[in-house]
């Protein structure tokens, strides 16, 4: 049964961004949860992960800290860093959250199927806490590009500051996808809107199972993609069960850092800015024709973001998804330039060469 709406706090700015709903069940029903993971058929992850699992990739997550050693992250996690507290590497999680949003990134699951599996499930997660006001994350950030972070995950928000700007800045210098939740307020004029209101950042908003956005998902000019942010299993160490349900536009953010690891790993020759092109590009475009204020430019489609031919010019720094280009499908024809239809009337006029051979009568 599910329990009544809670607030995970990480800090006082993430009950802007997170809306969990805490499922309470026995460790016998932990397999529930994968079956569970609706958005794993409707982002078609399995198809995803046959062309890539995300492998080579650390995506840093800057939040309450992660629990290493929740069964489904076993082998994920790599020593981060507690920002307050020296020695301290942030593999453990004091509200649940952290390891919430790295189960969404790179869960491996449990033989069987059960547990939960996350988008890219052989990424490395490298946890950084607290995300608790500017001068914190800006040091989060920083260590994260440091240490060798290619996404930064942050589901989250809080006030501007110079240096947080600054950090935000020099990682995208650095060639670093940033991903950040908006909010779960549903209007345009949050007061907590950074990390996600900096051009830098991809900012994500939530849609429900039917790919419609969320009543609560933040509403502004800095949206730039929806993903899936209802009824969301994770895996959760605050709970004796080791797993919630949660909504809001935390995990979505965390669904969208999970597809940028994927990229990053099947074309690790393109820039931060090119994954975030293609990201926002092969979109879905939902609401209003391009884009808009709910939707950014739209709904994450995983497997056309994963397919859409490259483009590996040069990296650029920086990545303001305002001048995201829209990105052309691959060909189905192997790269021939043939189109397909040829194809198949060319196979129809070799049956029917066929056809007439074997039914001729013979002459003795």
């Known amino acids: 049964m599910r329990a009544d709406p809670t ?69 994920a996690v790599l020593p981060g860093a507690d920002i307050l507290g020296a020695g301290r590497d942030g593999r453990t999680d004091s509200s649940g959250h952290g390891t919430q949003m790295a189960g969404i990134i790179a869960a491996r699951g449990r033989s069987g199927g059960r547990g939960v599996v ?24 920083d260590w994260s590009v440091a240490h060798g972070a290619k996404v930064i995950s942050m589901s989250f928000g809080i006030d501007e500051s110079d240096g947080l700007k600054t950090a935000v800045e020099n990682a995208a210098a650095a060639d670093v ?21 900096f051009p830098e950042i991809l900012a994500v908003g939530a849609v429900d199972r039917s790919g419609k956005v969320t009543h609560f998902s933040h509403r502004g000019a800095e949206v730039d993609i929806t993903a899936p942010g209802i009824d969301i299993p994770v895996a959760d160490n605050s709970y004796s069960s080791g797993y919630g349900i949660v909504d809001g536009t935390s995990p979505a953010a965390a669904i969208v850092a999970g597809a940028a690891a994927l990229i990053r790993a099947k074309f690790p020759a393109l820039s931060a800015r090119q994954v975030v092109e293609r990201l926002t590009s092969t979109a879905i475009d939902k609401g209003a024709t391009g884009r808009d204020d709910a939707y950014g430019y739209g709904e994450l489609d995983l497997m056309a973001a994963l397919t859409a031919n490259a483009d590996t010019s040069p990296p650029v720094s920086g990545v303001d998804v305002s001048e995201a280009p829209v990105a052309q499908a691959e060909s189905d024809d192997g790269g021939t330039g043939i189109p397909p239809l040829l194809f198949v009337g060319l196979g129809i006029v070799v049956l029917a060469g066929v056809a007439v051979a074997v039914l001729r009568p013979r002459r003795g």
Do not use: M
């Open 7 to 75: 607030f995970v706090r990480v800090a006082a700015a993430v009950f802007v961004c997170a809306i969990v709903v805490a499922t309470v069940a026995s460790p016998a029903n932990a397999d529930q949860y994968r079956s569970g993971q609706w958005y794993l058929t409707t982002l078609r992850v399995n198809e995803a992960q046959r062309i890539t699992k995300g492998a080579g990739v650390t995506v840093a997550v800057v939040d309450s800290g992660v629990a290493a050693r929740h069964p489904d992250l076993e082998g």
């Open 118 to 141: 996350g988008i890219a499930p052989q990424a490395e997660i490298l946890p950084v806490k607290p995300a608790d006001g500017p001068l914190l994350v800006s040091q989060a950030i």
């Open 177 to 197: 996808v940033l991903v950040a939740a908006t909010a779960n307020d549903n209007k345009n004029d949050s007061k907590n809107r950074y990390p996600a209101a």
